[in-house]
């Protein structure tokens, strides 16, 4: 009979240990393909930033192929219905729509910082990309000294290179954990760029077409106003989800709060 008691105590034993994995395991975060600040900070001491740097390369392949553990879509190829492109300036006035645009490569960037500022509450996010490709479809219409133009459509691309993209959160507490607010700061400063709008004005006036291939790669900054705020919103989700998830357990007092 005591045999018997004892080995029946062994299986319950058993039975308990294995419920204590199950409910420790289930109430643990879901890194999923995300790196974890907290357990990185176990051998960094306090160090924020350098465990910062440690899981952004882990972001190249959340904004690749998503991360379906955490319910992060991929945004790289990053697809954006409309964007629009106006220009009012030395007698020319243009209004262009694009349409169907897919924008590549955005994943394919070099971490150049990735860092708090606990006075001030912000995460500042910089990065080298090395180069961006969009595409889709243009629709061109407006007029040059005070001549209505042909409307014209077709195809286009765009092409920057060795661009650097600042992203700048504000650092909130939710609870027990710090997130990121939803309304980042997003600028982009682009070495170079190459527009090829397809045909423009249907080889009605391509002297005219030149011109307006060369305002545009020579001011990129104009360009870019229609592109910032998509480009913003796409890619602040990403990494505000991203760093909602590596950024679990980790005391909010190594924030300032």
Request: aromatic letters at 8%; hydrophobic letters at 40%.
């Amino acid at each position: 009979k005591l045999i018997l008691l004892d080995s029946l105590l062994q299986e319950i034993i058993k039975m308990m240990l294995h419920l204590l994995f199950w409910v420790l395991l289930s109430s643990s975060p879901s890194f999923g393909k995300i790196s974890s600040i907290s357990e990185c900070l176990l051998g960094n001491g306090d160090d924020l930033d350098a465990c910062h740097l440690s899981i952004a390369p882990n972001l190249r392949d959340v904004m690749k192929n998503g991360d379906a553990t955490n319910g992060i879509a991929k945004v790289d190829p990053m697809k954006v219905d409309v964007l629009n492109f106006n220009m009012d300036d030395a007698g020319i006035s243009i209004k262009a729509e694009y349409t169907d645009n897919v924008i590549k490569g955005m994943s394919d960037f070099t971490i150049k910082s990735f860092r708090t500022n606990t006075k001030r509450k912000l995460l500042f996010i910089e990065l080298e990309v090395k180069r961006v490709t969009s595409t889709g479809k243009y629709d061109f219409d407006g007029t040059a000294a005070v001549v209505d133009l042909d409307r014209s459509t077709g195809d286009y691309e765009f092409e920057l290179r060795d661009s650097t993209v600042v992203l700048v959160n504000k650092l909130v507490k939710e609870g027990n954990q710090v997130v990121l607010d939803d309304k980042p700061r997003l600028s982009i400063q682009v070495g170079t760029m190459k527009a090829d709008m397809k045909n423009l004005f249907n080889g009605k006036a391509p002297n005219f077409a030149e011109l307006i291939h060369k305002v545009i790669n020579n001011d990129p900054d104009r360009f870019l106003e229609g592109f910032i705020p998509p480009l913003k919103q796409k890619l602040g989700t990403v990494i505000r989800e991203y760093y909602r998830v590596a950024a679990a357990g980790v005391p909010v007092s190594l924030y300032g709060f």
